[in-house]
């Protein structure tokens, strides 16, 4: 339809602007925004098990099923502070190593909407720890990585992407450190690398790498009192995340 048609007839320069307008809002309701939540994968190692603290879900249609701490990042503040406020209140950690991990935005991985995650791991030794969680689930827990229960959302790929991350920072960092106590035996220090890697590492040579690294010195004291010889106690010289080359 021509310009001067439409300055001679008013009422169908009406219709183009109304069929306009309509296909200006339908676009408008296709384009929704996503919003942002965070997802915090938390690792220990309890007897000779890599384990993941997981929290129980109690609204449909995950029903019983297990999810990691998480939620979403309020207008007022940063993800890294949304991450360490659900990991506060959902499960009763804080202090604790955290580090991002990286970003889950399928289309269809929160049946409630369009939710962008942004995950984190973190790492804690299990000595001392209280956990609690709210009333909005139904329970908290550890679970082995090896038999994890029913997941809700896509934390089942969450958690495999956090554990590749973790076997894969232990050989260049010094983050074994958030697994540890504060006093430890060698055999405890090599047992945890073996557990997360899956693998038995070389004694002797394990021993001379952690020494020449200067990683960690000892208390002066033993710890005695079971089946085996008295084993010298150490600990780490420093307890900040450093990039070191360990295996």
């Given amino acids: 339809m021509s310009q001067n048609h439409l300055d001679k007839d008013p ?32 690792f220990t190692v309890h007897k000779n098990h890599l384990k993941i603290l997981l929290i129980k879900m109690q609204k449909k249609p995950y029903i019983g099923y297990w999810a ?36 889950f935005g ?20 299990t000595n001392g720890i209280k956990l609690r969680t709210t009333k909005e ?36 960092s010094n983050i074994i450190y958030s697994l540890l106590p504060e006093e430890f035996t060698l055999g405890e220090l090599q047992g945890m690398y073996e557990v997360i890697l899956g693998r038995k590492l070389d004694k002797r040579n ?11 010195g000892s208390t002066g004291r033993k710890r005695i009192g079971e089946a085996s010889r008295p084993a010298r106690l150490y600990k780490f010289v420093n ?8 295996l």
């Fill in 68 to 103: 990691c701490p998480g939620g979403l990042v309020r207008p007022n503040e940063s993800v890294n502070e949304a991450a360490k406020k659900h990991l506060l209140d959902k499960t009763s950690l804080e202090d604790v190593y955290l580090e991002q991990l990286c970003t």
């Fill in 137 to 172: 689930y139904a329970d908290i827990a550890w679970f082995m990585v090896e038999r994890l229960p029913k997941l809700a959302y896509d934390h089942k790929q969450v958690i495999k992407v956090a554990e590749e991350r973790l076997k894969n920072k232990l050989t260049y």
């Fill in 106 to 125: 399928d289309v269809g991985r929160d049946p409630f909407g369009r939710v962008v995650s942004v995950a984190y791991f973190a790492l804690i030794p």
């Fill in 11 to 42: 009422q169908s320069a009406l219709v183009c602007v109304i069929i306009t307008l309509s296909i200006m809002d339908t676009i408008e309701k296709k384009n929704k925004f996503a919003v942002i939540a965070t997802d915090v994968v938390i």
């Fill in 206 to 216: 394990f021993r001379k790498k952690i020494f020449s690294l200067s990683m960690i």
């Fill in 239 to 246: 307890r900040d995340p450093r990039i070191v080359e360990i």
